[in-house]
């Protein structure tokens, strides 16, 4: 569902609910999140969100995570840094977590797997939470997420992209004149307020395209007056229409139900 019926100005849920995200315990060599620590005791979390192979680190590895963002298309991929080193002394919530996450999964108690599922998840969402509340100097979607001015409007277009947005309303809910937020937002998030939009329903309608939404459907659901205008759209952000990627999911969906 890509409509929400509140502004609850989450800044990060709504990435959880358009993408798939995947965060759990995985072998060392498929793992882009581990923790290092001694005797049991995590003391350090190393990430490496665009690592596509073995991690290099040195130190003792008391449990691994595979993060994955649900494809290439979710923009919180591009905005993270290459690599995030955190001492855990430095965090308290995430080292409890972790601490946590550590015991589950040396021991064999019934529901492992389920606490393993939901703890790797929460240490990931308290990650993410640490680097917006840390910020950037660089221009992306995490300094937008960061501002304490701008994220409102930011979450805004994420929770009802299919709202008519305009930029004086925009720049209500971030507590600016027109003047400043035009100015501003180019300058945090590295696009205009409506090309940052523009985007953000081209990535939800390709995922509601491989999911199997229908063209007309999902053109309604992200703010499109008519299935032409979105087609168009779509045509221009991802060089093919929308309904070769509908098609194309469907057939993949085919020939995994043959090939069981």
Avoid at 89 to 95: D, H, I, N, V
Avoid at 116 to 123: H, I, R, V
Avoid at 177 to 206: D, I
Avoid at 212 to 231: E, H, N, T
Wanted: proline share 6%; charged share 20%; glycine share 8%.
């Amino acid at each position: 569902m890509i409509e929400s019926s509140a502004l609850g100005r989450d800044r990060l849920s709504s990435f959880f609910a358009a993408f798939d995200v995947v965060a759990e315990q995985a072998q060392l060599d498929t793992a882009n999140l581990v923790m290092l620590g001694q005797a049991g005791e995590p003391q350090a979390l190393i990430f490496l969100p665009h690592v596509d192979g073995p991690m290099r680190f040195d130190g003792d590895v008391l449990a691994a995570v595979r993060i994955d963002f649900g494809g290439p298309a979710n923009p919180l991929i591009a905005a993270l840094p290459g690599r995030v080193d955190l001492a855990l002394e430095s965090a308290p919530a995430m080292q409890a977590v972790a601490r946590i996450l550590v015991t589950e999964a040396s021991a064999r108690r019934c529901g492992r797997q389920v606490a393993l599922d939901n703890l790797c998840k929460l240490l990931l969402l308290l990650l993410l939470r640490h680097l917006i509340d840390q910020g950037t100097t660089r221009p992306g979607l995490l300094a937008g997420l960061s501002h304490p001015q701008l994220f409102p409007a930011l979450t805004a277009m994420q929770e009802t992209p299919a709202r008519d947005w305009r930029i004086d309303h925009l720049a209500v809910i971030a507590g600016m004149s027109r003047t400043r937020f035009m100015t501003l937002f180019p300058q945090v998030v590295g696009v205009t307020p409506m090309a940052y939009l523009a985007s953000w329903r081209m990535v939800l309608a390709r995922r509601e395209l491989e999911r199997g939404g229908r063209v007309k459907l999902v053109a309604r659901r992200i703010g499109y007056g008519s299935a032409a205008a979105f087609s168009r759209a779509y045509q221009r952000a991802f060089g093919e229409p929308p309904v070769a990627r509908r098609k194309s999911r469907q057939g993949e969906g085919a020939l995994a139900v043959i090939s069981r």
